[in-house]
């Protein structure tokens, strides 16, 4: 494979001993569960944007459209800017809290991000279950995108420092797990609540979601804070223990050299997102960017909006809608798990390539099937509606158990300790920033490109699964403190690193 990085017939794995204890599995379940949040919000954000009750108190100009006005494209009913603003606010929100976090994070630990996110999740829930008029329901979206951008950008961070290098993939991935959980849980709440009489079930959606934002904030109070974070204050025999703990063994030292190594080359630099700009972060910088970027070109956040707006669009009942959302979720959380199980034996790059191929053949399916049978005017058969829905099941599935857990994962793992912090921060910014460019244009995109926005993604597929072919060499069971080797084997990141390796010897 183009990027491959083998030495003596196998990965580099360092030479670090140990094993996956139950200490290093609690506390990577305590803090993974910070991925519920962001799932949670996914899948509720999309259901009660269904619900009649919710459209009819707070968009009424899209509950009319939908209920009677027959004139109206069946790709254009759902298309609203205050809608659209609903959905998407929280991730401007977000975008801005990474950043901000970033410094927390670096500063003061992983775990005082994680407490400032839950608490700001907590508030922004109480507000959106309380909402009395859009206003409240937006300030509300913008302070659970404040928490999602301290737990997203501390979260995946955490999890990479304290998992041993051969099993990083699986635990990493534990956090895409959380986050289709969270949106299963929303879902299945989603459609229990709409049954309910009076119109009121929406704030149940909305409101609950402080419950997985108590765990995590009571969780974060308890969990140790990471052995790279430790070794960084200068607690070098605190890092000792805790190495120990986690590895289960007392022969660490090994692990402990490469870390402290790390730290002090990462107590050199004062400005680490200037620093990620040098040349010989240059591989780290485009994946950072490039990778969260083509992860919602992928079109997933389409189905985990809209997924139930879809299925209304097709000639669903809203009850019917909100059932088959839960059934792709289903689907897609058993991808996540088999993801944990494979991503440490297979590789990343293969994961990348087969859940992208699958994607790109399920967004040529759909689009084939809705320019054929879903027109401006009038339903859909019912076999065709449902042949979409095992479509986007084949979908969902590809994305779970590839550009999903790894795009936490990848721009993480690659990254040396003085940037990782800014590394992660961008990509949670960036991923921020293009969902909610998706999140505000989807509804239009729909309305006038109509079946052509599926083939839209597909051509973005495409181009995500060749850069990943030529570009992204292989990481895993790479300890974190030796991944530098692996661009400096890769036919095209030897030639940008070398160079500037040569350009500082030079000077």
């Not at 999740?121 to 109480?126: P, W, Y």
């Not at 025999?237 to 022969?251: H, S």
Request: charged fraction near 15%; hydrophobic fraction near 50%; charge should be positive.
């Amino acid at each position: 494979m183009a990027g491959g990085f083998v030495v003596e017939g196998g990965p580099v794995t360092g030479g670090y001993n140990g094993r996956v204890t139950a200490f290093v599995i609690l506390s990577c379940i305590m803090a993974g569960s910070g991925g519920i949040l962001f799932g949670y919000d996914l899948g509720i954000s999309g259901g009660v944007t269904s619900m009649e009750s919710f459209l009819k108190r707070f968009f009424p100009d899209v509950y009319q459209k939908m209920r009677e006005d027959n004139k109206i494209s069946n790709y254009c009913r759902f298309d609203s800017q205050l809608l659209m603003v609903f959905t998407s606010s929280l991730y401007i929100a977000g975008l801005i809290a990474a950043f901000v976090a970033s410094k927390v994070t670096r500063t003061l630990g992983r775990r005082a991000s994680m407490l400032i996110g839950g608490t700001v999740f907590l508030a922004g829930s109480a507000f959106g279950g309380a909402a009395v008029n859009v206003y409240m329901l937006i300030l509300g979206r913008v302070l659970l995108g404040v928490g999602l951008g301290f737990t997203n950008q501390s979260i995946p961070l955490y999890l990479s420092e304290m998992a041993p290098p051969q099993y990083r993939g699986a635990i990493n991935n534990g956090f895409e797990l959380s986050i289709s959980l969270g949106i299963l849980f929303a879902n299945v709440l989603n459609y229990f609540v709409a049954k309910i009489h009076g119109g009121w079930g929406w704030r149940i959606s909305l409101s609950l979601a402080a419950l997985p934002a108590s765990f995590l904030t009571i969780g974060a109070i308890f969990l140790p804070e990471s052995p790279s974070f430790i070794i960084q204050k200068g607690n070098i025999e605190e890092a000792t223990n805790l190495l120990q703990r986690l590895r289960g063994t007392p022969n660490v030292q090994k692990e402990l050299d490469d870390l402290i190594t790390a730290s002090n080359v990462s107590r050199t630099i004062k400005h680490p997102f200037r620093n990620i700009l040098k040349r010989k972060y240059r591989p780290q910088l485009v994946m950072a960017i490039l990778i969260p970027f083509f992860n919602q070109l992928t079109g997933i956040n389409v189905i985990n909006f809209y997924a139930p707006v879809i299925f209304r669009t097709i000639g669903l009942k809203e009850s019917a809608s909100l059932f088959l959302t839960v059934v792709t979720r289903i689907f897609a959380t058993s991808a996540n798990i088999i993801a944990m199980v494979v991503v440490d034996r297979f590789g990343r790059r293969f994961l990348f390539i087969f859940g992208g191929i699958q994607m790109i053949l399920s967004q040529i399916t759909i689009g084939g099937i809705l320019f054929a049978q879903l027109k401006d005017y009038g339903g859909m058969e019912k076999e065709y509606a449902y042949l979409v829905l095992i479509i986007m099941c084949v979908f969902v599935t590809g994305f779970a158990w590839s550009w999903g857990p790894l795009t936490y994962l990848v721009p993480n793992e690659i990254s040396p300790l003085e940037i990782r912090s800014a590394a992660q921060s961008i990509v949670v910014a960036v991923l921020f920033l293009v969902t909610f460019f998706i999140g505000q244009t989807f509804l239009a995109m729909l309305c006038h490109l109509k079946a052509g926005t599926f083939f839209l993604f597909t051509g973005m597929l495409l181009a995500m699964t060749a850069f990943v072919y030529f570009l992204l060499p292989e990481t895993k069971k790479v300890p974190l403190e030796q991944m530098e080797q692996v661009w400096r084997r890769h036919w095209f990141w030897q030639k940008i690193v070398e160079e500037d390796k040569n350009s500082r010897e030079i000077s």
